[in-house]
């Protein structure tokens, strides 16, 4: 149990355009989703957390404009990347935690790797 | 001091010995604590869960954790080549309500066949 899916596993788009990214828990709930975005031979960053039917919360430092959350059900969020830029270029992942379990296990995606050209 | 403390290796063991991987957290109220395995170019899985003082074992896998010196660690056992990654040590500093995991930088393994 607890599997996470993440689509698109691969995008390469042009400067300027949007980018949607999708995570589904499939066979569990989660009210809550994170958003994460990895740089090459660097650590997990925490970008934002995502609760069902609220605003997502963005760590410092984040654009809340830029990267759109969106966690209309409890197995999905979504994560669009407006006008990206190459600088946008990174390894996004999206994790779930289980609804029922306080101790907050977190179950990632396999990743969405970005490449802005 | 960071709040997940990690050395970033590499870590090289030769095969079919044991790996031992350690991490220290600040947080002197933390409940629960998680090892992660992330292979090259993929996503993190979560390999061990530990909640409570004392050992945990799963198969090759035993999680330590001593909340009285914020220090959880992660042992391997028969090490293969196929346990080479990065190990991330994550810790949930607020347990319920609002939550928020802590990974460390994570701990290069490398098995030497």
């Known amino acids: 149990g607890a599997v996470v899916s993440q689509h698109p596993s691969r995008v390469i788009c042009k400067s300027g355009t949007s980018v949607k990214i999708e995570c589904r828990s499939l066979?569990?709930?989660?009210?809550?989703m994170f958003w994460y975005r990895q740089f090459p031979k660097k650590s997990l960053m925490l970008m934002a957390t995502?609760?069902?039917?609220?605003?997502?919360?963005?760590e410092q430092g984040v654009e809340k404009d830029k990267f759109l959350i969106n966690h209309a059900s409890l197995t999905l969020s979504t994560l669009t990347v407006t006008s990206a830029h190459p600088e946008d270029s990174s390894f996004y992942i999206c994790?779930?935690?289980?609804?029922?379990?306080?101790?907050?296990?977190?179950?990632f995606g396999p990743g969405t790797r970005l490449t802005v050209l | 001091q960071k709040e997940v403390e990690q050395n970033s290796g590499p870590l090289s063991v030769p095969e079919g010995a044991i790996a031992s991987l350690n991490c220290t957290y600040s947080?002197?109220?933390?409940?629960?604590f998680f090892w992660y395995r992330q292979y090259s170019g993929k996503s993190p899985e979560l390999i061990m869960s530990?909640?409570?003082?004392g050992d945990k074992e799963d198969g090759r896998f035993t999680a330590q954790l001593n909340k009285a010196s914020q220090y959880v660690s992660l042992l391997i056992r028969d090490s293969q080549p196929s346990d080479s990654a990065t190990y991330l040590c994550?810790?949930?500093?607020?347990?319920?309500?609002?939550?928020?995991?802590?990974f460390g930088t994570g701990t290069k393994l490398q098995v030497i066949p």
């Open positions: 947080d002197r109220v933390s409940q629960s």
């Open positions: 995502s609760n069902e039917g609220s605003k997502a919360t963005y």
């Open positions: 066979d569990f709930q989660a009210t809550t």
């Open positions: 994790s779930a935690s289980l609804d029922r379990n306080k101790y907050n296990e977190q179950f």
């Open positions: 530990i909640y409570s003082n």
């Open positions: 994550a810790v949930n500093m607020r347990p319920g309500g609002y939550q928020k995991v802590t």
